[in-house]
């Protein structure tokens, strides 16, 4: 008998058709003898309208009273899915966050779990119920309410089977694979059956919308498997994302995608002095201000310039904690450029092939594209180009790496 | 400085609009210099949208999961309630039941309140917060969610007013006071600006929405000061509800209401032994369900028929476990009646005065309208009539007793 977790995104349980919709595929695991834990988002729409509502409030509302609003989505969602559970003859229990134990650190809006009680959750499985439990949320050791920030769910589903040491963590939404791009952008793009970590991770973090990458990090980490799926196709068997000793093949390139929403942060002329570089991003990390593709480029005698992006979302923030750490370092000036996108290259296999970057910079070359920015892993490339070139970049690239699909399996072939 | 219990219902909280007018009576009485804790139902319709939701998905959801979902509905109003203090410049902090500790019984649905901690909240009026507290919901013992069900959040404010040894609990609604009679139904119906707790019980008993039965026993028991007031109008002072020893004068007739959501149900021709009747009332109080006017009448030798009344939501409950009972004592009949309406007079005073009943009786008849079943208190007279007769029912006796309103305080003409 395995035990099997399962995540249900916003969009599986939009409404009450998609909510029996997501019953089925539950049961479904049920019904083969699997123990199962459902993880849940709040409804569709839900968080959206929460934040409409509390905007018409406050336009500033503390994070500790977002939390508690926005953790009531998914209050909402779990018993209905236990309901729905129920009403089709299983028997289900629904779980918050605080009845579980899913202990996060004291931070709101953005808080990462620090441990997770199995014995709550253990007494319903015991009892042969369907564990329904809210994702997103967490619970301090003094028992305030607390969420995990962007992709919480996903966090919350993987640790919960990393917990509950489960043989798999399904994750269902509303794409049915991992694609080589993102197919609303270029058509083209082929489906990808097996990608590792490290692969989906880098996917991840460069704008790959469908799994979060600190999912992924936990997953790699506690060595759960996740597979990808589709709640309105539960017969797809999705892509499975694994350990790099599972995978059966090497890619020099898995696939692309753009981030729309990082805006680059340039201080200019900054002392060329021991610990400043420390300064400035430890100023960052303190504020929980997440930094990507850092370049320091020496100016001119004794001073640099350094470059790096952020979310939209924490610019106002990190300028205004900026704003001191320059005057503090004496440093020349602070610069925005908000018009970028960053498209990035991910493949686990490009570290044993030098042209791949090659390749890329000749794609958008070729396509009269301007690089602002390069940044480079063992497994990703990522360049920062105007955000209006951002379509055009992914199809060029895609077509010099021959991503294009051509057949069922089209990547068989350029491996 | 005084400590002050104020409880905001659903049309109070409706919008974001009426949630700051609600914050504008909250920050009154803080800056008046006293301690404030708020107990906040769901928004508007909020209920009614889970209870449609679930319908959709169940036609029986389990209590437990009803419990679950509904109790989502203050986690958003509470969170928003404290968002808009804050932005009006004001210390706030929402709490839920559970994190309270807000403690019932394990009954689901409607569970009653067995104990309220009150360390937690006095550590944030210490501290000099505003407390916004959830009302209507609880957590057992074990940590399952329960509500306390119909106006549960009355109950919820009462209850910590008692447990905080407030000094006054108001209860802010869309009514600016208690009147005579429903004023929809009977237009002349005259303002009180004070009544008892045992007039204000009956009344809310007999039909009177404006409380809920339970949080003014409540208050009776713990001598809770209750003011009923507007949340449109927060200048108005609404009607005090105090116990009798603080009451200025006793009316023989305070108020009149009629309760439409009755059923009758008839055991007929029940053997007349004894623990009959301990045996139906028993097992109906065992499945919580309150009965209301019992009447036992002899029929013929050695046998009874046994009537009462019951909320209609708990008609096919009720039929369900009487139909065992039934057999068990071999009584030959259950009969329902669902064309009926409760129509009640309160008066602390009528103790004194015998003709009060023969008035009533005397109004009905004078109607014509025929009279189903009496029952009688030592402050309330109670009489069935058929459903459609309840208006006039009202009206003529609001007539009889001089109710009318004629000037500012009619009440003190006639006493």
């Known amino acids: 008998m395995a035990l099997v977790v399962q995540k249900f995104g916003g969009t599986s349980v939009a409404d009450s058709t998609r909510i029996k919709n997501a019953a089925k595929a539950v049961i479904k695991e049920y019904r083969n003898g699997n123990k199962v834990v459902v993880v849940v988002s709040a409804m569709g729409k839900t968080t959206d309208y929460l934040v409409k509502l509390a905007g018409e409030i406050s336009p500033t509302p503390c994070t500790r009273e977002m939390d508690m609003l926005l953790s009531s989505g998914e209050q909402v969602s779990i018993s209905l899915l236990a309901m729905a559970i129920q009403e089709a003859g299983c028997p289900a229990v629904s779980m918050l966050a605080s009845q579980i134990g899913i202990i996060t650190e004291s931070v709101h809006s953005r808080a990462r779990i620090v441990d997770i009680k199995t014995d709550k959750i253990q007494k319903h499985l015991d ?33 919960i089977a990393a917990a509950l040491k489960a043989q798999r963590c399904d994750i269902y939404t509303d794409v049915n694979a991992i694609y080589t791009a993102d197919p609303r952008i270029v058509p083209k793009a082929s489906r990808l059956d097996q990608v590792s970590y490290g692969e989906m991770l880098e996917l991840a973090r460069v704008g790959a919308k469908v799994l979060h990458p600190r999912s992924v990090e936990t997953a790699k980490q506690f060595k759960v498997p996740l597979r990808l799926r589709s709640s309105f196709n539960i017969e797809d068997p999705g892509t499975l994302v694994v350990g790099d000793e599972n995978m059966e093949i090497y890619r020099p390139v898995t696939g692309i995608a753009a981030d729309l929403k990082q805006v680059r942060i340039a201080i200019l002329k900054v002392p060329d002095k021991p610990g400043v570089a420390a300064r400035i991003f430890g100023t960052l990390s303190e504020n929980n201000i997440s930094v990507d593709m850092i370049i320091q480029s020496m100016e001119e005698d004794e001073v640099n310039n350094i470059a790096f992006t952020v979310h939209e979302n924490d610019l106002n923030n990190a300028i205004s904690v900026l704003e001191r750490v320059r005057q503090e370092i ?26 791949v970057a090659a390749g890329m910079f000749d794609a958008l070359s070729e396509a009269g594209i301007n690089i602002k920015m390069i940044s480079t892993s063992e497994i990703k490339i990522s360049c920062l180009v105007a955000k209006e070139k951002a379509e055009e970049a992914l199809k060029s690239i895609h077509k010099k790496f021959d991503l294009d699909t051509k057949d069922q399996h089209p990547n068989e072939i350029i491996n």
Do not use: H, Y
Request: charged letters at 20%.
């Open 127 to 159: 009892a042969n119920k369907i564990v329904i439990a809210a994702g997103f949320q967490g619970i301090t050791p003094d028992g305030e309410i607390t969420t995990l920030g962007r992709g919480g769910s996903d966090t919350s589903a993987v640790a």
């Open 330 to 355: 004496k440093a020349a000036e602070i610069v925005v450029d908000n018009n970028i996108a960053k498209v990035s290259l991910v493949g686990a296999g490009m570290v044993d092939r030098p042209g």
